[in-house]
Structure formats: C-alpha cells, structure tokens
C-alpha cells in the first residue's frame, strides 16, 4: 500500500475527524430545518399579501442577497452594539 493511502486510511485520522464533522451535520440539518420552516411560510405569505409590510419584509429577507456580508455585518455590529 502506498503511504499517502496509508495517511488516509489511518484510524487516527477518522477519529479525529468525526467530532467537526459531527458539529457540521449537525448545524447542516438544523439550519435546513429552520430555513424551511421559516422561508417557505414567508415566500407563500409574500406572494398572496401586497401590502406596506409585505415590501418591508421583502426588503428584509433580500437584503443579505444584495448587501455584502462584511457590510452586514458591520452594520449589525453598530446597530446591536453596545454604544449603539
């Protein structure tokens, strides 16, 4: 057997590999979860209502598409910030 398969095969390896890929699965579902029980209920209100909220809601939930995620981010952080 080669010994770069050899690395790959090691028990060491997996071992190690199981906890992050365990917290990943598991933040993989649960954001799924959420994402649908939230965003599909949204989508079907937005698309029957039109309304003053419905645009404000609109708005919100395109607004992580179209502003970037730095400026997001920073605009959170002034916002939610303690001398906000």
């Known amino acids: 057997m080669p010994e ?6 090691s028990p060491d ?5 199981t906890g992050p890929l365990w917290l990943t699965g598991n933040a993989l579902f649960w ?11 949204i989508a079907f209100w937005l698309a029957r209502r039109q309304n003053v909220l419905t645009k404000l809601v609109g708005f919100v939930t ?4 179209i502003f970037p995620p730095i400026a ?3 605009l959170l952080m002034v916002l939610l910030g303690q001398n906000g």
């Open 72 to 74: 997001l981010g920073y």
């Open 4 to 9: 770069w398969l050899s690395i790959f095969l």
């Open 13 to 17: 390896l997996w071992e190690s590999l």
């Open 62 to 65: 395109t607004l992580p598409l």
């Open 31 to 41: 954001s799924l979860a959420l994402h649908a029980l939230l965003s599909i209920p």
